[in-house]
DNA sequence: AGACCTTACGGCCGGCGTAACAATA
DNA sequence: TATTGTTACGCCGGCCGTAAGGTCT
């Protein structure tokens, strides 16, 4: 195979190359650039003068002891540093694709049917990564159609027909009253009756901060961001929260605390589980 | 300068691999990819398993036999592909750029006065190509505005302000009659008193066609585009053609015509070099 | 003297080719 | 058997670094 051997006119500009001129370029002198690129710097001039040869145009104005790039070469530079950006983009959206390609991300209105949905996926889908974040509900509709998202979950069951759709779990909501709070013993309480007390909230709870802040309009809610701090605060202040039937049972009752059924039909929600129709073998391990 | 030789992350890739990559996703098989390359299949196998590596991604799918691109890999050929022809582009952007440096575009109006300016610039400035076409007068403005040209030659003294003019040569358009021509003894005629009579024209002559058009609109004109084909022509032929001082002054008398002038104003211009003012000092070797 | 670029020289590593092997059709 | 991809191995060239020289401030 030694016949084209010697073809002296081959294209041998490369990447590395351009970056050194980049280099070059952004420092202004090749001693600077080779320092920045743990280069020597007869190996600079080595490259630029192989440039010059490749591109077979000058690129610089040489005194004895000063290179610049001519006009030539500063052109060249700049185009250069945009290739080497594209290079550069090109391998992070291969990579970028195969993330998504290998990640499925949830839409979803609460925190809580995340939790049984990514366990199941993580158990399912071996070698499969799960993103998932919790959104305004027009949100996730949009972003399932714009694949943002590939499964969503809705606290209803949405009408479209493009739309697969399976119920998941359902959740009920709680007061956790202080002991000693005026409702304390009562069986059930509608949010109506409670409007008006200042109630701890974690946040990011998704829809359930929109049907608080509805049905109970005269209530401050004082919303914590860190489930420690919230944890904590619920045992040292008498301020009534939320519970749901989930945390009662993942996290047990908080200590001191009596649960109240909330009587609105609000309070009970069954969750769906939605992708798109033409997504559902590909996630029917999911589904 | 060891200090930092074994970065064993680097991110190699060049050029070249990528190159690889897109041959082989036209080629379909990396032994078709190698013969186009001229280089041997293990080559091509090592580069594959190296780009991979750099991408961190897998790109194929591998049979015991057969090699074939995955979805990141098609993804990645293709925006190699993408990424070679702008490499390409950037050499030939640089290199176009800079013949444009060295190459000063003349537009002229008409034929003849391009050669004497034209052998000027290569008198006077060395190293500097020139190419030079004829266009409409319309076009050479606003060619001359939009940097298309240089420098252009027009037929009359322009009045924009922002132009540097300098008169040139003149050139006087005359009738070259078969000496049996009816009008072979005259003086001097206009060309109203030839209109009707079928002519020898060269084709190319710029502006010239126009005058001869609205002066002569009864006479058809035989186009000829070759030089040669034209000089034959007159020879073998009756028909009447022009010339003019600058042709008769190059190229001599033809034979078996008689030389009569034509009287018109049109048919005695004086031609002006103009410039953009702004390109004056850059151009003054010239103008 | 210090900063910079260039040239000369030598070593080394990486990419390429050959050869041999494995698997498929 | 012919074609294709992979592995093993050795060579060779190109690239890099060190050293030395020249020029300017």
């Given at each position: 195979?030694?016949?084209?051997?010697?073809?002296?006119?081959?294209?041998?500009?490369?990447?590395?190359?351009?970056?050194?001129?980049?280099?070059?370029?952004?420092?202004?002198?090749?001693?600077?650039?080779?320092?920045?690129?743990?280069?020597?710097?007869?190996?600079?001039?080595?490259?630029?003068?192989?440039?010059?040869?490749?591109?077979?145009?000058?690129?610089?104005?040489?005194?004895?002891?000063?290179?610049?790039?001519?006009?030539?070469?500063?052109?060249?530079?700049?185009?250069?540093?945009?290739?080497?950006?594209?290079?550069?983009?090109?391998?992070?959206?291969?990579?970028?694709?195969?993330?998504?390609?290998?990640?499925?991300?949830?839409?979803?209105?609460?925190?809580?049917?995340?939790?049984?949905?990514?366990?199941?996926?993580?158990?399912?889908?071996?070698?499969?990564?799960?993103?998932?974040?919790?959104?305004?509900?027009?949100?996730?509709?949009?972003?399932?159609?714009?694949?943002?998202?590939?499964?969503?979950?809705?606290?209803?069951?949405?009408?479209?027909?493009?739309?697969?759709?399976?119920?998941?779990?359902?959740?009920?909501?709680?007061?956790?009253?202080?002991?000693?709070h005026r409702f304390a013993d009562k069986k059930g309480l509608y949010?109506?009756?409670?409007?008006?007390?200042?109630?701890?909230?974690?946040?990011?709870?998704?829809?359930?901060?929109?049907?608080?802040?509805?049905?109970?309009?005269?209530?401050?809610?004082?919303?914590?961001?860190?489930?420690?701090?919230?944890?904590?605060?619920?045992?040292?202040?008498?301020?009534?929260?939320?519970?749901?039937?989930?945390?009662?049972?993942?996290?047990?009752?908080?200590?001191?605390?009596?649960?109240?059924?909330?009587?609105?039909?609000?309070?009970?929600?069954?969750?769906?589980?939605?992708?798109?129709?033409?997504?559902?073998?590909?996630?029917?391990?999911?589904?």
């Amino acid at each position: 195979m030694y016949w084209n051997s010697k073809k002296k006119e081959a294209d041998k500009m490369e990447l590395f190359d351009l970056e050194q001129l980049a280099a070059f370029s952004d420092c202004g002198t090749l001693s600077a650039a080779a320092e920045k690129l743990h280069l020597s710097q007869p190996t600079l001039t080595k490259t630029m003068k192989r440039l010059e040869e490749e591109f077979r145009v000058p690129l610089f104005v040489r005194s004895k002891n000063k290179l610049e790039l001519n006009e030539n070469g500063k052109l060249a530079a700049e185009r250069a540093h945009k290739l080497l950006q594209e290079a550069s983009e090109l391998v992070n959206t291969v990579r970028a694709f195969d993330r998504s390609r290998h990640t499925i991300s949830i839409g979803a209105c609460a925190p809580m049917p995340l939790l049984g949905i990514t366990q199941n996926i993580a158990r399912l889908c071996k070698g499969m990564a799960t993103s998932s974040e919790i959104q305004d509900i027009d949100i996730l509709l949009t972003g399932l159609r714009e694949n943002v998202y590939q499964v969503i979950i809705l606290p209803y069951k949405p009408q479209e027909h493009d739309l697969y759709i399976k119920e998941a779990e359902t959740e009920s909501l709680f007061f956790a009253l202080p002991e000693n709070h005026r409702f304390a013993d009562k069986k059930g309480l509608y949010m109506e009756e409670m409007d008006g007390e200042n109630m701890l909230l974690l946040s990011n709870i998704g829809f359930w901060h929109k049907v608080h802040t509805t049905k109970m309009p005269h209530s401050r809610f004082l919303v914590q961001t860190e489930r420690f701090d919230f944890d904590e605060l619920i045992q040292s202040s008498i301020l009534p929260c939320f519970v749901s039937d989930i945390t009662l049972r993942l996290a047990g009752k908080p200590k001191n605390r009596v649960i109240v059924p909330i009587l609105d039909k609000e309070a009970v929600v069954t969750y769906y589980s939605v992708c798109l129709l033409q997504n559902k073998e590909q996630l029917k391990c999911i589904m």
